[in-house]
């Protein structure tokens, strides 16, 4: 399996991605912010197939103590994205590391959904096709 890293604009692929680079990002030295390397306000890191469903790890931060985790399950209609604030550098590089070396998912269950695709009710649709979609007038309309 392959990894893609976004960072902000920025993309890094899999040989690219490292220890040291997600260090750098997450918990910056002196050294680090100096570079400027901790400037970043959203990381995104996708494998190339899904991990327990799960389809890719956003971080999004706002200061340096808190960290918005987002991670997303399945894709297109069946995309769903939970969330949660965690506070420091540490944990969200063992959340990262987990996902990115061991294939670890962390486990979700008090994260806050954000975002659920409400796919349409097919069945009503596939009636509304059978009712009118093969017919050149409405059944129902005298016209």
């Not at 692929?13 to 306000?41: C, F, H, M, R, T």
């Not at 990115?100 to 009710?121: A, C, F, L, S």
Request: hydrophobic fraction near 30%; include cysteine.
């Amino acid at each position: 399996m392959t990894f893609t890293l976004e960072v902000d604009d920025q993309q890094y692929y899999d040989q690219q991605i490292n220890e040291e680079l997600l260090q750098a990002l997450l918990i910056p030295s002196e050294e680090d912010v100096q570079k400027g390397i901790q400037e970043w306000e959203l990381i995104t890191l996708e494998p190339s197939e899904p991990i327990q469903h799960s389809t890719f790890i956003q971080l999004l931060t706002y200061d340096q103590d808190c960290f918005d985790v987002q991670i997303g399950f399945g894709k297109g209609e069946e995309l769903s994205v939970k969330l949660t604030c965690i506070q420091g550098g540490e944990q969200v590089m063992s959340i990262l590391y987990d996902y990115w070396k061991e294939g670890i998912v962390p486990d979700t269950e008090n994260w806050e959904e954000v975002y659920r695709y409400k796919e349409k009710n097919n069945r009503i649709r596939s009636l509304l096709d059978i009712l009118f979609g093969n017919q050149k007038r409405n059944p129902y309309n005298n016209n």
